[in-house]
């Protein structure tokens, strides 16, 4: 048994894997806090082969950091949850998990028992995240101002990009928004090459087999190909016989004269999983049939969704074509695009969709822009479900004096980890106040006295003057169900933390002679 970091010296013994922890989580936060706010500035990564990210957005600055310490991808963790679940807010999340380790380390080692340091902590997120889900205000649909307002801020105040995820949204629908299984950043998509655009209905980026041809927008019947496009086959024992030898040239016979039923339905499109045979490749040529091959599997979806497609194996050529017509989708326009080399599909009769394309002049900005618009919509999405907070840290200031005055009802020692919550949860507020250049202890405490006698939740902080103001009256908000995930994410990386007490390193399997 070898531990990461022995430890020889007493008095250190008891909290030295602690201080070692919160030491990883701390390095970790001090690495994207710098890019908070309005003022947050941006983060330069380099690989190692000379390649380089600007970027300030948290999760792609913590996915691609180099780390090694255990207690530090416990945090990484956190900013992975929130951008699966919600899709935006990891910043928030990464600072206030570190806040809560800081706060909850700072009272462990005045000498409060850990577990009712932890006990405490989870009793303050959940009493914090009661509060703020009572202050949530309600969209009131696609045209509600502050819709675009949340978009705006999400998207780092790109008035363009809002501008294209607002557009994007009025497309889909509310309904299509609220579906649970739906996200709408993974209709945004990105090329250096492309203008930014909304585009009603689907781009496949995928090259035509045959793109010699020219396909201009034409309406076409889709067939879908959860397959390869190709004659079935035996296997290679049973190919070695007379009778397999046989078998597999009937089987060649009959896909060739299948292949007439696609001109006698008027197929326009046909998209496979798979590969595509030499021979029905010539075949769509001679007619006229696009054929895109190698789509995967979670486009294959899409496209049946938006066309009415059914999907089939290649055995199913062999139904007749009355039958073979039930597989087929619709789309009252396709066309192959060759400056971004992809196929557009629009007007489909199935399902509503679009596609938000995000354009730029080099790899690298496309590349920021598109993470970008991918946390405006992720943002819009989650308003729209949940409603929304003042932003600027304005809301959790006023959960944070809740906290405080429910601390003074606890009698136990929970209690300091209640204080550890509220204390945490000022902390995005002060590390917004720091990024815009002012003083945090000042203007913490400002806003803490101007909410306490105005009697409201929506005061911050001005970053381009340094006043108090309404951040409602000012559209500065956030959705809610993002500060509540990330609070949530936050608080249970922190109490994971707080309770270990040493870390071993695991010994290696060893290998069998």
Same mark, same amino acid.
């Given at each position: 048994m070898s531990q990461i970091k022995p430890v020889t010296h007493e008095g250190d013994d008891t909290y030295a894997t602690l201080l070692n922890n919160a030491g990883a989580i701390r390095a970790i936060c001090s690495a994207v806090e710098g890019t908070l706010g309005p003022k947050g500035l941006d983060t330069m990564l380099v690989g190692g082969q000379g390649e380089v990210i600007i970027t300030n957005d948290g999760v792609t600055i913590l996915e691609k950091m180099d780390v090694t310490h255990p207690a530090a991808r416990l945090l990484i963790q956190v900013a992975r949850s929130q951008q699966q679940q919600v899709g935006d807010g990891t910043t928030t999340a990464t600072v206030l998990a570190g806040a809560l380790v800081a706060e909850g380390v700072a009272q462990v080692t005045r000498g409060v028992p850990v577990a009712k340091v932890v006990r405490g902590i989870q009793q303050g997120v959940a009493?914090?995240?009661?509060?703020?889900?009572?202050?949530?205000?309600?969209?009131?649909?696609?045209?509600?101002?502050?819709?675009?307002?949340?978009?705006?801020?999400?998207?780092?105040?790109?008035?363009?990009?809002?501008?294209?995820?607002?557009?994007?949204?009025?497309?889909?629908?509310?309904?299509?928004?609220?579906?649970?299984?739906?996200?709408?950043?993974?209709?945004?998509?990105?090329?250096?090459?492309?203008?930014?655009?909304?585009?009603?209905?689907?781009?496949?980026?995928?090259?035509?087999?045959?793109?010699?041809?020219?396909?201009?927008?034409?309406?076409?019947?889709?067939?879908?190909?959860?397959?390869?496009?190709?004659?079935?086959?035996?296997?290679?024992?049973?190919?070695?016989?007379?009778a397999g030898f046989q078998k597999q040239m009937q089987l060649k016979e009959q896909f060739r004269k299948s292949l007439e039923k696609l001109v006698e339905l008027q197929v326009g499109l046909i998209i496979a999983d798979r590969g595509v045979n030499a021979e029905a490749e010539q075949f769509c040529t001679d007619h006229g049939i696009m054929v895109v091959q190698r789509v995967p599997r979670s486009d294959l979806r899409l496209v049946c969704e938006y066309t009415g497609a059914r999907p089939i194996r290649r055995s199913g050529l062999r139904k007749p074509s009355s039958e073979l017509a039930g597989y087929l989708g619709f789309a009252g326009?396709?066309?192959?695009?060759?400056?971004?080399?992809?196929?557009?599909?629009?007007?489909?009769?199935?399902?509503?969709?679009?596609?938000?394309?995000?354009?730029?002049?080099?790899?690298?900005?496309?590349?920021?822009?598109?993470?970008?618009?991918?946390?405006?919509?992720? @943002? =819009?999405?989650? #308003? &729209? *479900?949940?409603?929304?907070?003042?932003?600027?840290?304005? +809301?959790?200031?006023?959960?944070?004096?809740?906290?405080?005055?429910?601390?003074?009802?606890?009698?136990?020692?929970?209690?300091?980890?209640?204080? @550890? =919550?509220?204390? #945490? &949860? *000022?902390?995005?507020?002060?590390?917004?106040?720091?990024? +815009?250049?002012?003083?945090?202890?000042?203007?913490?405490?400002?806003?803490?006295?101007?909410?306490?006698?105005?009697?409201?939740?929506?005061?911050?902080?001005?970053?381009?003057?340094?006043?108090?103001?309404?951040?409602?009256?000012?559209?500065?908000?956030?959705?809610?169900?993002?500060k509540l995930h990330a609070l949530q994410a936050a608080g249970e990386v922190a109490a994971a933390v707080l309770r270990i007490h040493t870390v071993i390193k695991m010994k290696q399997p060893r290998a069998e002679e």
């Open positions: 009493a914090a995240l009661a509060s703020l889900a009572k202050r949530s205000r309600r969209i009131e649909g696609l045209k509600d101002p502050l819709l675009y307002r949340i978009g705006y801020i999400a998207g780092r105040e790109h008035s363009d990009l809002a501008e294209l995820v607002l557009n994007g949204a009025q497309r889909l629908g509310v309904h299509k928004l609220q579906e649970e299984n739906f996200r709408f950043a993974d209709v945004v998509v990105s090329h250096s090459r492309a203008v930014s655009e909304v585009w009603p209905g689907l781009l496949i980026q995928k090259k035509p087999v045959n793109s010699q041809l020219e396909f201009p927008p034409d309406a076409a019947s889709v067939l879908v190909f959860q397959d390869a496009f190709e004659p079935e086959t035996i296997d290679e024992e049973a190919l070695m016989t007379e326009r396709v066309s192959y695009d060759e400056r971004l080399e992809c196929v557009r599909m629009a007007e489909g009769k199935g399902r509503t969709q679009v596609t938000i394309v995000v354009g730029a002049s080099t790899s690298e900005v496309v590349g920021e822009r598109l993470r970008i618009a991918r946390d405006a919509a992720s @943002a =819009v999405q989650a #308003a &729209l *479900r949940g409603g929304c907070l003042p932003g600027g840290g304005a +809301a959790e200031m006023a959960a944070a004096y809740e906290l405080d005055r429910l601390r003074e009802t606890i009698q136990g020692m929970e209690g300091f980890g209640v204080a @550890a =919550v509220a204390q #945490a &949860l *000022r902390k995005p507020l002060a590390q917004i106040v720091v990024n +815009a250049g002012y003083n945090p202890l000042e203007k913490v405490e400002e806003v803490k006295a101007a909410q306490i006698n105005a009697g409201t939740d929506a005061l911050g902080v001005d970053c381009d003057t340094g006043a108090v103001i309404d951040m409602l009256e000012h559209g500065v908000v956030d959705p809610a169900h993002v």
